[in-house]
Structure formats: C-alpha cells, structure tokens
C-alpha cells in the first residue's frame, strides 16, 4: 500500500521560509508525478505546485511562482516544497499526492491517486 507522510510544517513569520517534505513508501516512487495541494480553512484544496516523475518538468499556481519551488529526490522517494517569502494568505493545510497515470496536466486534483495526510503551515503576519 502506498502511504504519504508529510513533514515540516509549522508557525513562520511572514516573509520567512519554510521547506516541507513528503516521504512516499510502498510503491515505485519514479513512477509517480508528483503534487502539492493546500486548503485553507473555508475554502477549496488547491493545487500548488507540481513535478514529472523525472522532476525535468514542473508546474506553479500563479499565486507562489518565483516564491515556491517543487524538488524531488527518486532515490530517496522524497518530494519537497521550498517555501520563500511567505505571506499570511499562504496559511494552509498541505498535501503532497501521487499520481501514476497523469495525461496532461498536473492541477486536477482528482487525477491523483495517493494522499499524505497534511501538515499545517501557519503564517504569521
């Protein structure tokens, strides 16, 4: 079975960092694209940021462009969402996901098969 565990979330001021992590067990992690979502409270998950099983290719929401970036490490079946500049409004439960079968591109939520369970990031202002 395969499982998700983020890590790294927690209480920052605003305009500091913060680097999540998102270990994946139970399955062939290259094989996955990879993706980070939030959810804010009241409102809709979101897609964040997103990267190819190769980590070649990767996609932003327009709202953490030049602020977040996406990484991956295959061997060590590791995903990372670096932080930067961070604002209050980026006060959110994160989810990394797995999908292994994505056509097109990664925002859908409902194109990933796999959940972490969330960690919360909470930005001071």
């Known amino acids: 079975q395969v499982q998700l565990v983020e890590s790294g979330g927690g209480l920052v001021q605003a305009g500091g960092s913060r680097k999540l992590s998102c270990a994946v067990s139970?399955?062939?992690?290259?094989?996955?694209?990879m993706g980070w979502f939030r959810q804010a409270p009241g409102k809709e998950r979101e897609f964040v940021a997103g990267?190819?099983?190769?980590?070649?290719?990767?996609y932003y929401a327009d709202f953490v462009k030049g602020r977040f970036t996406i990484s991956r490490d295959n061997a060590k079946s590791t995903v990372y969402l670096q932080m930067n500049s961070l604002k209050p409004e980026d006060t959110a439960v994160y989810y990394c996901?797995?999908?292994?079968?994505?056509?097109?591109?990664?925002?859908?939520?409902?194109?990933?098969?796999?959940w972490g369970q969330g960690t919360q990031v909470t930005v001071s202002s």
């Open positions: 996901a797995a999908g292994s079968h994505i056509v097109g591109t990664l925002i859908g939520a409902q194109k990933y098969d796999y």
């Open positions: 139970g399955g062939t992690f290259s094989n996955y694209a």
């Open positions: 990267s190819r099983w190769s980590g070649a290719s990767t």
